[in-house]
C-alpha cells in the first residue's frame, strides 16, 4: 500500500509508454515487502530541468533516465560517478547525502548481458553501430574486456570522438555506417551490438544491404527492446534486450538501496510478464 512512508523511484524519458522498468521494479518491491513504488514520467526536453527539481524537492529516492535525457541531465546534478563522467552520460540517479548522483550502468549491463548469453567478450572483434551515449558506454565497457572494436555510424565524426576518446589496451577503429562499412567489417566480427533505434535486419534494409552478408556464427545484439525483434538468417544468434534491461534494472537497486539485487527474482518477473524466456 502507498501512504505517506513510501519512497518514490521513477523513470524520465520521452516517450516512456513501451517501458518494461515498472513492471520490473514495482513486483519485485511487493514480492519483497518493500514499501516502494515505481512511476514512469514522460518528460519534453524543455521540460526536463524542472522534473529533476520537483525530484529533488519531492524527496525521490532515485529514478532512471533514459532517451533523449541522458546527456543533457548531467548539467542538473550534483556528481557524477566516474563511468558516468567518462562517457558522459547518465542512465541511473540516487539521492544521496552530497545531492542527486548519477551514475551510467549501459556498458556493464550490455557485458552482464553478453555473458548470460554464452559469449565472453574477451579478446573477441565487436562491431558497433551508432555513436550515441549508449554506443560510448558500450565502447567504454568491451574496451576493458580487451575487445578489438570497430565503431560505425551514420556521423564518423561521432565515432571517431568516441574511439579517440577510449582509454584502454583495446585496438578501436572507426568509420562510417554505410552498406560497404557494414558488410567489410561484419565480415571479421564475433559480435555486432547494435546502439541504434533501429533494429540490425531493419538497419540493413535501409542500407540496402542483405541479412546474408551476416556471417553464420554471429551474435548479434540489439539494445533497443521496444519492437517485435526481427527475424535472424539461419546460424545467427541473438542476444536480447531484454537481458540488458534487466541486468541494468538490478545494477539500478544496489546503486539505490545498498545491497545486492534479487536478480532471479526481477528477472523471472519480466519472463512471467513478456511470457517468455529469450535465452
Not at 512511476?39 to 530541468?49: A, D, E, G, R
Not at 535525457?69 to 544521496?96: P, Q, W, Y
Not at 534486450?241 to 527474482?265: C, H, T
Request: glycine share 8%; net charge neutral; proline share 6%.
Amino acid at each position: 500500500m502507498i501512504d505517506g512512508e513510501t519512497k518514490v523511484h521513477c523513470l524520465f524519458g520521452f516517450p516512456v509508454a513501451h517501458s518494461l522498468s515498472p513492471i520490473i521494479f514495482n513486483n519485485t518491491f511487493d514480492k519483497l515487502g518493500l514499501s516502494r513504488t515505481y512511476i514512469p514520467f514522460s518528460v519534453t526536453p524543455k521540460n526536463l530541468t524542472g522534473a529533476v527539481e520537483a525530484a529533488r524537492t519531492l524527496g525521490f529516492e532515485g529514478f532512471n533516465v533514459t532517451m533523449p535525457h541522458k546527456t543533457n541531465i548531467i548539467e542538473t546534478l550534483n556528481k557524477l560517478d566516474k563511468t558516468s563522467e567518462d562517457v558522459g552520460s547518465v542512465n541511473t540517479v540516487s539521492k544521496t547525502t552530497e545531492g542527486l548522483v548519477g551514475y551510467n550502468t549501459d556498458g556493464e549491463g550490455s557485458i552482464r548481458a553478453i555473458k548470460a548469453h554464452g559469449l565472453d567478450p574477451k579478446d573477441s572483434c565487436v562491431l558497433v553501430l551508432g555513436a550515441g551515449g549508449a554506443a560510448r558506454s558500450v565502447v567504454q565497457a568491451l574496451s576493458k574486456e580487451n575487445a578489438e572494436i570497430t565503431i560505425l555510424s551514420r556521423d564518423p565524426h561521432q565515432a571517431r570522438k568516441i574511439a579517440d576518446a577510449t582509454r584502454s589496451r583495446s585496438r578501436v577503429s572507426h568509420g562510417g555506417l554505410t552498406k560497404s562499412g557494414f558488410e567489410t567489417s561484419a565480415k571479421n566480427v564475433q559480435l555486432v551490438v547494435n546502439a541504434t533505434p533501429i533494429q540490425t535486419i531493419s538497419l540493413l534494409g535501409g542500407l540496402n544491404s542483405e541479412p546474408s552478408k551476416l556471417p553464420t556464427g554471429l551474435w548479434v545484439f540489439d539494445l533497443a527492446y521496444d519492437h517485435s525483434p526481427d527475424p535472424l538468417p539461419p546460424g545467427v544468434r541473438r542476444i536480447s534486450g531484454l537481458e540488458m534491461l534487466v541486468q541494468q534494472a538490478a545494477l539500478s537497486f544496489e546503486i539505490w538501496l545498498g545491497k545486492p539485487a534479487p536478480f532471479q527474482l526481477m528477472r523471472s518477473i519480466l519472463v512471467q510478464h513478456v511470457a517468455g524466456d529469450w535465452k
